[in-house]
């Protein structure tokens, strides 16, 4: 079992940055990848950004590339998104997941993903 909870959302003008938190129980946190996703109102979650078990290696949804972040702290058992940039699409919910059977190679789909947080409000006003 994992247990995972996100924090660090918020309302943040557009061009503002937020760094999201999810910090994860349970299970040694460096035998599994961590991914985000989100949620907006009328459309699927999707994938935003994973990584790794060691951080060493990193993935992300075109939409996000060049302005979002991710990280991990394997000592403090914790995964970071640092989004920069950030615009009214970003608007959703981020919700942190963590994948155990490729821990080494960073997943995009949801449902290669074993468990999950209960997600964070992101929204960002224009």
């Known amino acids: 079992q994992v247990q995972l909870v996100e924090s660090g959302g918020g309302l943040v003008q557009a061009g503002g940055s937020l760094r999201l938190s999810c910090a994860a129980s349970g299970r040694t946190f460096s035998s599994y990848s961590l991914g985000w996703f989100r949620h907006a109102p009328g459309k699927e979650r999707e994938f935003v950004a994973a990584?790794?078990?060691?951080?060493?290696?990193?993935d992300y949804a075109d939409s996000v590339k060049g302005r979002f972040t991710i990280s991990r702290d394997n000592v403090k058992n914790t995964v970071y998104l640092q989004m920069n940039s950030l615009k009214p699409e970003d608007t959703a919910v981020y919700y942190c997941?963590?994948?155990?059977?490729?821990?080494?190679?960073?997943?995009?789909?949801?449902?290669?993903?074993?468990?999950w947080g209960q997600g964070t409000q992101v929204t960002v006003s224009s």
């Open positions: 990584i790794s078990w060691s951080g060493g290696v990193t």
């Open positions: 997941a963590a994948e155990f059977s490729t821990p080494w190679a960073p997943r995009r789909r949801r449902d290669e993903y074993d468990y």
